[in-house]
């Protein structure tokens, strides 16, 4: 079985975490973009069109819900799978994500082997 590097939008305003994203997610070779707001997310997505894309929920400029729900409405991006990450594991949080067409939501703390798992799952059921 052949191995793909994909490369990875990662925002989140977080320092820490996006480092952590990025160590757990480059483990399988991935490239990974990070960027610290939602700006800046679609500023890199104006020219370039990610694998898969993992959005914080809560940043400055734009949260994660805004950016998907205008990724899900524009043609060349809308293939792509978005997750969004959250410390909020509620109700409120699923049914917004559900609204803007996420593919996949992912809670804070996480678990490094799970992420990668349901990326790469998520991008490669979308090659197919």
Known sequence: M??????????DDEPAIRTMLEVILSADGHEIVAVQDGKLALDYLRDHT??????????????GFE????????????DTPVLLLTGFDDDQTRDHAKLVGADDIVYKPLSGK???????QLIEARRR
Do not use: E, Q, W
């Open 114 to 120: 799970n992420l990668r798992n349901r990326v790469n």
């Open 2 to 11: 052949g191995f793909m590097a994909y490369t990875i939008l990662v925002a």
């Open 50 to 63: 990610p694998d898969a894309m993992l959005l914080d929920v809560k940043m400055p400029h734009m949260d």
């Open 67 to 78: 950016i998907c729900s205008r990724v899900k409405r524009i043609k060349r991006l809308r």
